[in-house]
């Protein structure tokens, strides 16, 4: 059974740091994009960024490129998302996903999700 669990979730003062990470288990996840999408009260799941099975290409949101960093493990199987100079509007709850295949923005392109991590940004 594939999973992915998100860990690293929290609060955060404005202008801060954080680091998320996704464990994926059950299969190996090479070829498979991974990305970050979030999810604020009220608002659509958004594309947040992502990057390639081989972690040579990244996509960014406008809204935080310059500000986040995704990484991953191949060997680890996990992906990161680290959160710098994180603004109230970043306060949302975090989803990792994997799809096989190149990176998409598109949520419904996504194989497997995890559970979601709150973050919460206090101004």
């Known amino acids: 059974q594939v999973q992915l669990v998100e860990s690293g979730g929290g609060l955060v003062q404005t202008g801060g740091s954080l680091r998320l990470s996704c464990a994926a288990s059950g299969r190996a996840f090479v070829g498979y994009a991974m990305a970050w999408f979030r999810q604020a009260p009220g608002k659509e799941r958004e594309f947040v960024a992502g990057?390639?099975?081989?972690?040579?290409?990244?996509s960014y949101a406008g809204s935080v490129k310059g500000r986040f960093t995704i990484s991953r493990s191949v060997a680890n199987n996990t992906a990161y998302l680290q959160m710098d100079r994180v603004k109230p509007e970043d306060t949302a709850v975090y989803y990792c996903?994997?799809?096989?295949?190149?990176?998409?923005?598109?949520?419904?392109?996504?194989?497997?999700w995890g559970q979601g991590t709150q973050i919460t940004v206090s101004s």
């Open positions: 990057i390639s099975w081989n972690g040579r290409i990244t």
């Open positions: 996903a994997a799809r096989s295949g190149t990176i998409s923005e598109r949520s419904v392109m996504y194989d497997y």
